[in-house]
């Protein structure tokens, strides 16, 4: 038998098998609709934004101000982070992660009824940002919640990395449904899509939203935070209480994260700026590139999560940042030739390094904090990385390739983030297949190191 929410009979062994496939469903889908969101805006910003709400800076100045906008997304999650990390280790996961979708979901549609500068000047570039300050709000909160919801409902320690990617499937595939939404309003004829027709992705969303609000009503709470509220072991303040025991853990993982969010927005955002504007490629043929990459990532996250529990969590992700940094000079080897069909080749290939990465890296976070405090350490852990790695990419490429006229250059900083990731992973605790259930600092299942000891 499975222990159930407070208050519940327990479930059985195929309630709950019933309940793990339900929140794997719920946190996938979930994550898909925060990440279309998300994304929209990263597709949007370098096609549009620059042109509609900078039209006096020369295109240089205006792309960097439009990146300007899209980074003010990244610095907001960790805010998110901590604001929902607070609630979802003091409420619950359920009721956390429905806010952040509805917070999330409602910004991005009203990013569509941003008017352009020819209507209201500065001020449509100021509601953007505000927009998408409230996004990245919301994403922050949202990555914590649907991780945990997999990963605690997982009913063996053997099989968590798998179970815990399963959320990450969220962003290749939140991914190419913002690529596809894109590339078809991209087939109106004329000033039709700067006109207009971007804005559609935007409204849709709100479609998106309803299916994902439905899906996440239907789940329960998770077995572990049930325990933990049965036991009376809920800390008042959460974000602090971990922030004071294991902000060694929560900076190792923000900075495990260099290499797999940086140069994932500099192939998935900095692209379409990069590859028009200097390999003269079309737009259509970037987004179809994308969207081939974000398909073979539907495949290569759960291969790699699932790979994790064999070699461990550790070791798989120590392998993917070293195949980073080498093949940052592959793609821009490769993109460099201006032919189109590398060029294709190279945005495809390019998340394979990412998924080794991004496959065990759910697990690899949410297992280095206990269980209490779970919510709060991952989501800042996760989140921070998006300040001094994922919001701060397009920018640093914009400025490196400006600077220095040479994709390499680029590639030079994806390196350095492969180096920060693989010392930050060589020193974060590997916990693949231990006892995830109880609280790390309690005296009866710590280990010789303060670690959980193995299960049994």
């Avoid at 496939?21 to 609709?33: F, H, K, N």
Wanted: hydrophobic share 55%.
């Amino acid at each position: 038998m499975t222990s159930a929410p407070s208050g519940a009979m327990p479930l059985s062994d195929e309630d709950a098998r019933r309940q793990l496939r339900r929140a794997v469903l719920a946190s996938t889908i979930g994550t898909t609709i925060e990440w279309y969101d998300f994304f929209l805006y990263s597709i949007v910003t370098g096609l549009v934004f620059a042109k509609l709400y900078f039209p006096e800076s020369n295109p240089l100045v205006g792309t960097l101000q439009a990146f300007l906008i899209y980074a003010v997304g990244f610095v907001a999650r960790p805010v998110g982070a901590a604001i929902f990390g607070h609630y979802g280790d003091r409420i619950g996961r359920k009721a956390t992660l429905i806010v952040t979708l509805l917070l999330m979901g409602l910004a991005t549609f009203a990013v569509g009824f941003v008017p352009a500068y020819a209507t209201i000047g500065i001020w449509g570039a100021v509601l953007l940002t505000a927009l998408r300050f409230i996004q990245g709000v919301g994403v922050g909160g949202e990555w914590g919640g649907s991780v945990l919801m997999s990963m605690e409902w997982a009913r063996t320690n053997a099989h968590r990395g798998f179970v815990a990617s399963w959320p990450q499937f969220g962003v290749p595939a939140g991914l190419f449904l913002a690529n596809l939404a894109v590339l078809a309003m991209s087939q109106i004829s004329g000033n039709g899509f700067l006109a207009w027709g971007w804005r559609v992705p935007f409204f849709l969303s709100i479609v998106l939203v309803a299916v994902g609000l439905y899906i996440r009503l239907n789940i329960l709470e998770t077995p572990l935070f049930a325990r933990l509220l049965a036991e009376h072991r809920i800390e008042k303040a959460p974000t602090l209480e971990v922030l004071r025991r294991q902000p060694k853990d929560i900076l190792l993982s923000a900075f495990a994260r260099m290499a797999e969010q940086a140069p994932f927005y500099i192939y998935t955002a900095f692209v379409f700026t990069y590859g028009v504007r200097t390999l003269g490629a079309t737009r259509d043929m970037l987004l179809m590139a994308v969207m081939a990459a974000s398909v073979l990532e539907f495949f290569t996250i759960p291969l790699f999560g699932h790979v994790s529990d064999l070699i461990g969590r550790r070791r798989m992700y120590l392998i993917g940042s070293i195949a980073v940094g080498i093949f940052g000079f592959v793609y821009f080897a490769m993109v460099d030739t201006k032919a189109p069909a590398l060029i294709f080749a190279a945005i495809v290939l390019s998340l394979v390094p990412h998924a080794m990465l991004y496959g065990p890296q759910a697990a690899l976070i949410a297992e280095s904090f206990t269980g209490r405090l779970r919510y709060s350490g991952a989501s800042l852990g996760y989140q921070l990385a998006s300040v001094i790695a994922g919001g701060p990419a397009p920018l640093i490429a914009t400025a490196l390739f400006a600077y220095y006229h040479s994709g390499y250059a680029i590639a030079v900083y994806v390196l350095a983030c492969a180096v920060l990731s693989l010392i930050a992973a060589a020193l974060l605790g590997d916990h693949t297949n231990q006892d995830i259930s109880q609280e790390y600092d309690d005296a009866r299942t710590l280990g010789n190191h303060g670690h959980p000891t193995p299960a049994a």
